[in-house]
Nanobody, 126 residues
Framework: QVQLIESGGGLVQAGGSLRLSCAAS????????MGWFRQAPGKEREFVAA????????AYADSVKGRFTISKDNAKSTVYLQQSSLKPEDTAVYYC???????????????????WGQGTQVTVSS
């Protein structure tokens, strides 16, 4: 069983930056593909970014490409989402997700992930 705990959310002005962290307990993340998703009020949860088990392959939603960076530190069992040039439309609860995957794949769909964190709120003011 993997427990995921997100942190690093908060209130930031448009154009600012945040770094979200997702730490795992109960098991190391060395053999897991990881993803970040977000859900804004009244909207469905959507894919943001993903990384494969060794951090060698990444994917991003078009809306965040060039502004967000996902990275994975297997030694610390932590995955990060560096957010820059934040926009009000980035306001959402951000969730990290994990799926056992010792292959080259990353996953971009909600149903592909088994483990989820509780989320961290990011609010971007204009």
């Amino acid at each position: 069983q993997v427990q995921l705990i997100e942190s690093g959310g908060g209130l930031v002005q448009a154009g600012g930056s945040l770094r979200l962290s997702c730490a795992a307990s109960g098991r190391t993340l060395g053999t897991y593909a990881m993803g970040w998703f977000r859900q804004a009020p009244g909207k469905e949860r959507e894919f943001v970014a993903a990384v494969n088990w060794n951090g060698g392959s990444t994917a991003y939603a078009d809306s965040v490409k060039g502004r967000f960076t996902i990275s994975k530190d297997n030694a610390k069992s932590t995955v990060y989402l560096q957010q820059s040039s934040l926009k009000p439309e980035d306001t959402a609860v951000y969730y990290c997700a994990a799926e056992p995957a010792l292959n080259i794949n990353y996953y971009t769909k909600i149903h592909e992930y088994t483990y989820w964190g509780q989320g961290t709120q990011v609010t971007v003011s204009s």
